[in-house]
């Protein structure tokens, strides 16, 4: 057979033909396989093989379609992929173009939850010391979940009791189904940046994995990870565990117990004011004590080291001492008073006049008036004076008679 320039085709001529006549022929599928070869170049797009135990499909999901996953693909899942097929003309391959990618089944499910998991643990997300601590008095308190569930319910009232002196912001998002992710994430962005909720609880009732499966997508992650307010995440019963309830700040087994660690009750709150003030109280009396015991030591230290007083103390020694030393010198004076008279008894004792008035006297020689002591020191005829009593009377000696 002769080739003929009328029936000869280019490649990029086939290849187009092959493109027109292939996506005619086939409308949006879904294909179900293995994910492989999965690559996430900067531009945000993913490329990835579709395969089964016979056959591989090559696929890619572009970024303005791959941003609504509600879990992070890896390689080995099995996942079922909703999109179009199409013809690569550059390289003549055919592929397909996924705008939805849904995990296949339960075990899928978990290991995108597993995936998910271990990346965020990596990236220090679940960390312990990065916990923020749970304010003790709320003023005010957010809510993102359905206002249609159960879970609001049950906070509500729990509140309504428990706290009725905490302000309450409710932020109504989905809670599964298509979006209910995104949803979730700008409700917890909005509460966070307007500053109105001191916490902030994210959750809902319980349900399936797949009910649950908002809170176990990256976005609600990142939210609650990037969140300045503190977050408390009760998702589901207590056996449930979800991303979001290990982003958070603390994790409530349910919507209840959330509502009840938000918030301390009332009574428990004025039960320590009032202990408080029974404190402060007694802080207050010791403190007036000691400063009244200042200020009477600062008083009395006062009055000690005040001019008035120490003169007042100085004349009182002065007192003192002039009492004691007149005592003294009484003392003194009638001691030697005493001891006068004794001298002036003796002395009376002993004056001559004293003798002479007992009927003695005192012969003095003439003229020189020497007191005579023996009759022989006079010669006969001499005179002398004789001192009496009463007087004086001049005598002669005359001659001694013999008796």
Known sequence: ?????????????????????????????????????????????????LK???????????KGMNRFLRFQPEDGMQVILNGKLTVYEQRGTYQLIAKRMEPAGLGTLYLAFEALKKSLSEKGWFEPEIKKPIPHYPQSIGIVTSKTGAAIQDILKILSRRAPYAGIIVKHTA???????????????????????????????????????????????????????????????????TICDMAADFRAPTPSAAAEIAARPAEEIMFEINSYNAGLSRVMENSLRNAWQELDSAENRHLHLSPNNQINRKLQWVDS???????????????????????????????????????????????????????????????????????????????????
């Open 52 to 62: 089964d135990d016979s056959a591989e499909l090559r696929c890619a999901m572009f």
């Open 1 to 49: 057979m002769e080739p003929s320039t009328d029936t000869t085709l280019t490649v990029s001529g086939l290849t187009a033909l092959i493109k027109e006549k292939l996506e005619g022929a086939f409308p949006p599928l879904w294909v179900s396989g293995e994910l492989s070869n999965l690559s996430r170049p900067s531009s945000g797009h993913l490329y990835f093989t």
């Open 321 to 403: 001492y002039y009492h004691q030393l007149r005592q003294m010198s009484q003392g003194w004076l009638k001691l030697h008073a005493s001891n006068l008279s004794g001298r002036l008894h003796e002395l009376h004792a002993l004056n001559p006049e004293g003798i002479l008035d007992r009927g003695y006297a005192i012969a003095t020689k003439l003229p020189d008036k020497t007191v005579l002591k023996d009759p022989e020191e006079l010669a006969q005829d001499d005179i002398f004076e004789l001192q009496l009593s009463k007087g004086k009377m001049t005598a002669r000696k005359t001659v001694k008679k013999n008796r």
């Open 175 to 241: 809670v599964q189904g298509t979006g209910s992710a995104e949803q979730i994430a700008e409700a917890v962005h909005a509460l966070d940046k307007s500053g109105f909720a001191n916490v902030i609880i994210v959750g809902r009732g319980g349900g399936s994995l797949e009910d649950l499966w908002a809170f176990n997508e990256e976005a609600v992650a990142a939210a609650v990870f990037e969140c300045e307010t503190p977050v408390i995440s009760a998702v589901g019963h207590e056996t449930d565990m």
